[in-house]
């Protein structure tokens, strides 16, 4: 039989989406799953992005320009203006998601070989980027001891080579839900600067802050214009996670340009999507304040319920809408398994991420689990008190 590729044995399988037939085995056994693992909120698309879907009248669905459509980039440069970002259409190429603009980032600016950093745990998809582009991922932990801050800059030194090339970094953060500070965020400029990096920036939540904390965009640090990478997307902002549209940013002309060849090899971003993306800049401010209150309630309501649980340390996310929660148990794999497989309670189960496949170390994140808080209130509660009964009957328990 033809072998399979390296890359493809490489390929680790997503931790959010692996425990999906255990799911679809509880649900066939008449069992409610209250989905916690991945960050697909229940929020309403808006209905300026449904109507423009809705209303299309072109006879045909064409490809669109390979950086996306002129008068979506438009809009979008100008959307920007809003966080202070200035720049304009030709700084950016639309891409499938932020997940492809993630991947024609590392095509465009890494080798075969060449190392990023990347603060952990890290949004999990990140090692299939790398796999894909033959890079690697060099982590370097945060703890949830501090709530997942920034290392410290002797930490990140530690970890320089002549392959190093760059540094990656989620802010807010999924899984933790951390926001970087203005001054670690000046840390990273500098170490960028010292040893000629690039930064990418994955900035897909960046709306969801919370506590009064703002958020700074690496775009908008001073003279790093041609090391800054930055990856965005409409998937969470309007929850529309299946438009597929994202984009990727740089002042970095020759990085664009080099992105520009890879983007025209996939012909074009999604043509329906673009259109739900473009319609979507008009969406009211009214809207985000609507699912801002919702989300603040979510995370408040979770946080405390989780903690007051035996055993359960659950920190305050300043941003997105994840949280990395300490269980008092053996092994999260195993748990997330049983409680799809072996538990209910009063026919319900929660699904969760298990946080080890959000590390690169082996053997971090054996009593941890990311936890999404996507759903409304009453589920969420029915969710938690479902995670407090069997956490009493897991076998696995360690108090
Ligand atoms: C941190 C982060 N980056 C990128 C993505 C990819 O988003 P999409 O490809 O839907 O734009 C996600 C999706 O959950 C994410 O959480």
Not at 4 to 9: L, P, Q, T
Request: one cysteine or more; aromatic letters at 10%; charged letters at 25%.
């Amino acid at each position: 039989m033809p072998k399979i590729s390296d890359k493809g044995m490489a390929m680790p399988s997503s931790p959010i989406r692996k425990l999906v037939p255990y799911a679809e085995a509880a649900k066939s056994r008449g069992i409610k799953v209250y989905h916690l693992n991945i960050g697909q909120p229940d929020i309403k698309t808006p209905e300026v992005a449904l109507d423009a879907v809705k209303n299309l009248k072109d006879n045909v669905i064409a490809y669109s320009h390979s950086a996306g459509n002129l008068t979506y980039r438009k809009k979008l440069a100008q959307a920007y203006k809003k966080f202070d970002i200035d720049i304009t259409e030709d700084d950016m190429l639309v891409t499938t998601g932020g997940s492809e603009a993630i991947t024609i980032a590392f095509n465009s600016t890494l080798n075969n070989g060449d190392e990023v950093i990347i603060p952990e745990p890290f949004y999990a998809n990140y090692n299939g980027f790398a796999i894909q582009s033959g890079v690697v991922i060099k982590p370097i932990t945060s703890s949830i001891k501090n709530n997942f801050a920034l290392p410290s800059i002797e930490e990140f030194e530690k970890l320089i080579t002549e392959k190093t090339k760059g540094i990656v970094i989620c802010n807010p953060n999924n899984p933790t839900g951390y926001l970087y500070s203005k001054e670690e965020l000046m840390m990273l400029a500098e170490i960028v600067k010292k040893h000629d990096l690039y930064l990418y920036s994955d900035e897909v939540y960046r709306e969801f802050c919370y506590d009064g904390n703002t958020h700074l965009s690496v775009m908008n640090i001073p003279g790093l214009e041609d090391n800054v990478i930055m990856m965005d997307s409409v998937s969470k902002r309007y929850s529309m996670c299946g438009v597929r549209v994202g984009c990727m940013i740089s002042r970095n002309k020759e990085v664009i340009n080099t992105a520009m060849k890879f983007a025209q090899a996939r012909l074009c971003p999604p043509s329906f999507g673009q259109i739900a993306a473009e319609a979507a800049i008009e969406t009211s401010q009214e809207y985000f304040d609507e699912v801002y209150t919702e989300y603040i309630a979510r995370r408040d309501f979770m946080v405390k319920g989780l903690n007051e649980i035996e055993g359960v340390y659950c920190p305050n996310p300043k941003g997105a809408f994840y949280t990395v929660v300490k269980l008092p148990i053996d092994d999260a794999d195993k748990f997330a398994q049983w409680i799809l497989e072996e538990f209910d309670y009063n026919k319900q189960t929660v699904m969760m991420a298990p946080a080890t496949g959000f590390y690169n170390t082996k053997g971090l994140g054996k009593n941890e689990v990311r936890i999404a808080y996507v759903l409304k209130i009453e589920d969420l509660k029915n969710a938690i008190e479902t995670l407090k009964h069997a956490l009493e009957a897991y076998p696995g328990r360690v108090l």
